[in-house]
């Protein structure tokens, strides 16, 4: 699914709060790929149509900022009770014995599931509702997750307007949605974003110079399209180069744009490949450096025979961890490329500077 039809799902989804289909989000993905942006996007959506946005990240205590900051600051404004059944709520918290009921056992959850309970049944009369919006859920404690999910399904056993919208890396996702406790997350509505359109990206490199209240030439522009390669983070990143490179302040030309796409593969080595590729074995490395000898998609045969390993079928194995970890994927039968743009060449320039023991040397003098 394009991101036009993604946005116009989002923009849906309040409008008939009866109708749970996306209420319950999860958007996957590689580095860079926009996901925080479309999670942006969603909330933008629910704050259109009226709805209360809780936006949090998944560290841990997730739980009691929800508790005890959000949902009574929320039910302060929007519920017409007093803020004492808050406090009462409050006091359940703390060392309870073991012959407690479920809510002195529990206090956190039956807290939480109360407060949504209070805060839905004041929002829902006014065509309102609550969303909670999470960002690198990869990095969730899956029981905190356990938790929310349960009220995430309550809720929609009693059609609660509350929506769930989390975003987060595709690896780590797929390892999260293994665990039972995350049945919600399973059930979600999944999209995996990855690259953009070339016309897409053409009208987002253009609309960040107009942004700027620069101009760019056709030319120039199709030459920063067509080496973006739909990446989203390369957008941003060229357009703001090239400009910065057009320095007497015209019409952004050919050469700015080259110039810029060279600032901008300079910080997406720094901020992207270097960190993905760090945690990799040696022999991943070698795998994917026999990839790196060809400009575009390589032949998987063409790559075992390179790295020369026996049996041949442990070639397949490091393709199938390094499709798994989200390095490289699938490009048509029997070929893979790079998930993210200019791994190869990031690979071949440093196994040159590895080469001549000059890896520090290439990072100091990479900064702008
Ligand atoms: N559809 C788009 N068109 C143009 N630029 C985009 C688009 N989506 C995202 N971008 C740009 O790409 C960059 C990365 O986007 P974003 O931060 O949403 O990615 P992400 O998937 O959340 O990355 P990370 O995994 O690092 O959190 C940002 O600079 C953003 O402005
Ligand atoms: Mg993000």
Redesign the pocket.
Known sequence: MG?DELLDEFDEAFADSMDPTGLTVLLS????????????AYRHAAETDGWLVITESSSSGLLDRLTRDHLPRLLQQYSGNPPIQLESADLEVGPVGAGGSWTDRYPAESTLRSQVTELTDALAPRGSGLVLSI??IQAADVEELRKLGEIVQYARREARPFAFAA???STPIEELLDHEGTTFLRRADHHN?GR?DRP??RT?IAQ?IADGGREIDAQALDRAANTIEGY??????VGYHSVRNQKDGGPVASAAVAAGIDAARRRLGRH?HTPALRPLSPVDRTYLLAMAQEDGPARTRVVAERLGVTPPQYAGEYRRRLIRDGIIEPAGHGFVRFTIPYTGDHLREHAAHDALGDMNGHDSADRP
């Open positions: 991101r993905g590689q580095r860079g790929m926009g996901k925080t942006v479309l999670l942006d960002d690198e975003a987060g890396l974003v953009v897409d990206v987002a960040t989203p983070f390369m957008i941003q990143l992207v």
